[in-house]
């Protein structure tokens, strides 16, 4: 981290890949010594390809018609986080980028979602981990990256890191990530100079929004607590009329999601 943090400040170029490379390359140092929880260089070289989970989707039918209510409950609660990981996600780069105009309306929005939901129905039927945005591109942003020409570097290199995996990465721990995602954080936090401080009503709903993020290790329930904050504050203040529809709606799927685990 202190590494991570030094090359920042100083501006190197690809401050973030060249400190985990550091990182990693003294922690095998140091595994070599014996030291324990370091990363290694892998014991095999060998490439296995793991297909099993391709097309295991097709299994939930049958529980999506033998208990359809069950079904669309746990449809809802994916589609609830995914939905506001991703604009979350979304907003955030967006105003490291320049692309959040003065309405706070993200520019290009549709096409975003639309991307970000094609590769999470693809990748589910691929039996993958969710394809969807993340927050970690920040740290790409904050090395330059402006246009899709970044997606797509990123995405190539994702696919060329299938068959290096486990002869390379396999020295990439949680240890040697851990120091760029704090370096991610850190260029989040500073979106929150742009919060009206002053104001309660903002300034509640952002903190609890904040706060619940970090408490949950969730940014969909972040913004959901954030939602809630938000309305409570506005109906305290009497300003009930200022508060769009769509809040209204939110706030009773929210209150609902948090509440369904209980009567269930």
Same mark, same amino acid.
């Given at each position: 981290?202190?590494?991570?943090?030094?090359?920042?400040?100083?501006?190197?170029?690809?401050?973030?890949?060249?400190?985990m490379?550091?990182?990693?390359?003294?922690?095998?140092?140091?595994?070599?010594?014996?030291?324990?929880?370091?990363?290694?260089?892998?014991?095999?070289?060998a490439?296995?390809?793991?297909?099993?989970? @391709?097309?295991?989707?097709?299994?939930g039918?049958?529980? #999506?018609? &033998?208990?359809?209510?069950?079904?669309?409950?746990?449809?809802?609660?994916?589609?609830?986080?995914?939905?506001?990981?991703?604009?979350?996600?979304?907003?955030?780069?967006?105003?490291?980028?320049?692309?959040?105009?003065?309405?706070?309306e993200?520019?290009?929005?549709?096409?975003?979602?639309?991307?970000?939901?094609?590769?999470?129905?693809?990748?589910?039927? #691929?039996?993958?981990?969710?394809?969807?945005?993340?927050v970690?591109s920040?740290?790409?942003?904050g090395?330059?990256?402006?246009?899709?020409?970044?997606?797509?570097?990123?995405? @190539?290199?994702?696919?060329?890191?299938?068959?290096i995996?486990?002869? #390379?990465?396999?020295?990439?721990?949680?240890?040697?990530?851990?120091?760029?995602?704090?370096?991610?954080?850190?260029?989040?936090?500073?979106?929150l100079k =742009?919060?009206?401080?002053?104001?309660?009503?903002?300034? @509640?709903?952002?903190?609890?929004?904040?706060?619940?993020?970090?408490?949950? +290790?969730?940014?969909?329930?972040?913004?959901?607590? =954030?939602?809630? &904050? +938000?309305?409570?504050?506005?109906? &305290? &203040?009497?300003k009930?009329?200022? @508060?769009?529809?769509?809040?209204?709606?939110l #706030?009773?799927?929210?209150?609902?999601?948090?509440?369904?685990? +209980?009567?269930?």
């Open positions: 981290l202190l590494i991570t943090i030094g090359l920042v400040v100083k501006r190197v170029p690809a401050a973030v890949f060249v400190s490379v550091i990182t990693a390359v003294i922690g095998i140092i140091c595994g070599a010594f014996g030291i324990d929880g370091m990363p290694a260089l892998p014991e095999s070289w490439m296995n390809f793991d297909m099993s989970t @391709v097309g295991a989707f097709t299994s039918f049958g529980e #999506l018609f &033998a208990n359809p209510m069950n079904a669309i409950v746990i449809i809802f609660s994916f589609l609830f986080v995914d939905f506001f990981d991703t604009a979350g996600t979304l907003v955030a780069i967006g105003n490291e980028i320049g692309l959040v105009n003065s309405k706070g993200l520019e290009g929005a549709e096409q975003a979602l639309l991307a970000d939901s094609i590769g999470t129905v693809f990748g589910a039927v #691929l039996g993958t981990s969710t394809v969807t945005s993340f970690e920040t740290s790409g942003v090395v330059g990256g402006r246009t899709g020409l970044t997606a797509v570097t990123a995405g @190539v290199l994702f696919a060329l890191s299938v068959f995996s486990p002869i #390379l990465l396999s020295a990439i721990t949680n240890a040697v990530t851990a120091p760029a995602l704090i370096i991610v954080g850190v260029m989040m936090a500073q979106q =742009g919060i009206e401080w002053d104001n309660m009503i903002y300034a @509640v709903s952002a903190f609890v929004t904040v706060i619940a993020m970090v408490l949950t +290790y969730s940014i969909s329930n972040g913004i959901a607590f =954030g939602f809630i &904050a +938000y309305a409570v504050s506005m109906i &305290a &203040a009497r009930t009329k200022e @508060v769009h529809i769509t809040v209204w709606v #706030l009773v799927i929210f209150v609902l999601y948090f509440a369904s685990p +209980y009567f269930m």
